[in-house]
């Protein structure tokens, strides 16, 4: 039979983990209502781009809409990871991603090894 003292552990340990993801879970729930918010605020002449032109750069404010848009949808993706279990995985290595890592951008999707590679 297993030591009390091993049960008594990973108990507590869960019960961290599981404050953990209900920490981080709130986090991305206020950073969707912040990405909507912003979206939402884009006039709909923002969120479409103009013919494009050889003369000009895409409007700022149609790139503020995109970067909102792509942000929602990046927040929505990893809460659906966290409602599937497969949250704080790095989805190239399967590596977990560090816990500082979340808090700073919580829809992280790449450890930071994967995620510097990336951006090469």
């Known amino acids: 039979m297993g030591d009390i003292r ?4 990973l108990l507590e340990e ?4 599981t404050a953990q993801l209900e920490e981080l879970r709130a986090l991305l729930h206020e950073r969707l209502a912040a990405a909507r ?3 939402d605020s884009l006039t709909e002449c923002d969120q479409v781009p103009g013919p494009a032109t050889a ?7 149609w790139r503020r809409a995109e ?3 792509k942000a929602v949808a990046e927040i929505e993706a990893a809460i659906e990871r966290l409602d599937f279990g497969l949250y704080g995985t790095c989805l ?3 590596a977990f991603i560090a816990l500082e890592r979340l808090r700073r951008a919580p829809h992280a ?3 930071a090894v994967c995620g510097h590679t990336a951006r090469r």
């Open 6 to 9: 091993s049960a008594s552990r």
């Open 14 to 17: 869960y019960r961290r983990h």
């Open 67 to 69: 970067r909102a848009r």
């Open 55 to 61: 003369d000009g750069p895409v409007p700022l404010a």
């Open 92 to 94: 190239r290595c399967g």
């Open 109 to 111: 999707r790449h450890c």
């Open 37 to 39: 918010a912003e979206r």
